[in-house]
T-cell receptor
């Protein structure tokens, strides 16, 4: 499968700061998903996007499905220490296929 | 909530051993997946199964096999464990019904081969 290009690879920020990360693909996707993995656990779905241009929020998290359908963005506002973890983007061009994942963005938040 | 259960959180095995990693899901999902996760490499797909008794190779199937005899259970088999198979293994499942194509992941099995 295609590996998505996710950036940045890691971020080290202070509590209260906003965070942005993004993911790009060389091909068009019909679905973009964002997952968070806490240390020692499996990834958990945060936000799912199904339509180009769609902007969806989940608490302090906001994600967007890019207009070109080849990218997606995740923003976290007013970060807190429990935001620490690895954030993965994932995309799919067809519901029947396995998801393609980015390599992840590792987020560290200092109090 | 859907639950995906991986039988072991931590495993230590010797080189050359045959290793079985078990995954069970409780929500009648059709699709099941096995990934390995390594630092800097992200999640890499080993094998997946669209339904019972079906299996497809992912991106890195070498050295692995799978079994799906029942819908709820998807087993990953390391035929002869090697040290380069030391990794975090993640199982996931997905329903093909509805519009949410996201996976539900298990908590992972951290395998060390010595």
């Amino acid at each position: 499968g295609q590996q998505l290009n996710q950036s940045p690879q890691s971020m080290f920020i202070q509590e209260g700061e906003d965070v942005s990360m993004n993911c790009t693909s060389s091909s068009i996707f019909n679905t973009w998903l964002w997952y968070k993995q806490d240390p020692g656990e499996g990834p958990v779905l945060l936000i799912a996007l199904y339509k180009a241009g769609e902007l969806t929020s989940n608490g302090r998290l906001t994600a967007q499905f890019g207009i070109t359908r080849k990218d997606s963005f995740l923003n976290i506002s007013a970060s807190i220490p429990s935001d620490v973890g690895i954030y993965f983007c994932a995309g799919s061009s067809n519901s029947g296929y396995a998801l393609n994942f980015g390599k992840g963005t590792s987020l560290l938040v200092t109090p | 909530d859907v639950k995906v259960t991986q039988s072991s959180r931590y495993l230590v095995k010797r080189t050359g051993e045959k290793v079985f990693l078990e995954c069970v899901q409780d929500m009648d999902h059709e699709n099941m997946f096995w990934y390995r996760q390594d630092p800097g490499l992200g999640l890499r797909l080993i094998y997946f199964s669209y339904d019972v008794k079906m299996k497809e190779k992912g991106d890195i199937p070498e050295g692995y096999s799978v079994s799906r005899e029942k819908k709820e259970r998807f087993s990953l088999i390391l035929e002869s464990a090697s040290t380069n198979q030391t990794s975090m293994y993640l199982c996931a499942s997905r329903s093909i019904r509805g519009s949410n194509y996201g996976y539900t992941f298990g908590s992972g099995t951290r395998l060390t081969v010595v």
